[in-house]
């Protein structure tokens, strides 16, 4: 059974970085597509970041440019790094893990508890 743990989060200014952890447990994701995605309060969860197993990545055009995933099949980790954050960027953030090689959208996919990151003065 995959079970993923996220961390990292935290409160963090504006302007300020922060780098997500998500640790996959009871299953090898190298050949797995992985993704992040973030749920503000009243909002619908959306993509931020996914990464192919063969290490695409693709971004909204809202982090394009800011956040940037990376993976470390080794760890079985993935980390999405996000930079100059705003207030904007303030959600509950999830990893997900998909058993296809491209494809986050699966029936199959797992999530984590979430992570809340806070971008405040």
């Known amino acids: 059974q995959v079970r993923l743990t996220e961390s990292g989060g935290g409160l963090v200014q504006p302007g300020g970085s922060l780098r997500l952890s998500c640790v996959a447990s009871g299953i090898s994701i190298s050949n797995d597509a992985m993704g992040w995605y973030r749920q503000a309060a009243g909002k619908q969860r959306e993509l931020v970041a996914g990464?192919?197993?063969?290490?695409?990545?693709r971004y909204p055009d809202s982090v394009k440019g800011r956040f940037t995933i990376s993976r470390d099949n080794a760890k079985n980790t993935v980390y999405p790094q996000m930079e100059s954050l705003k207030p904007e960027d303030t959600a509950v953030y999830y990893c997900?893990?998909?058993?296809?090689?491209?494809?986050?959208?699966?029936?199959?996919?797992?999530w984590g508890q979430g992570t809340q990151v806070t971008v405040s003065s």
């Open positions: 990464i192919t197993s063969s290490g695409n990545a």
């Open positions: 997900k893990h998909s058993p296809d090689r491209v494809a986050l959208e699966s029936d199959r996919a797992t």
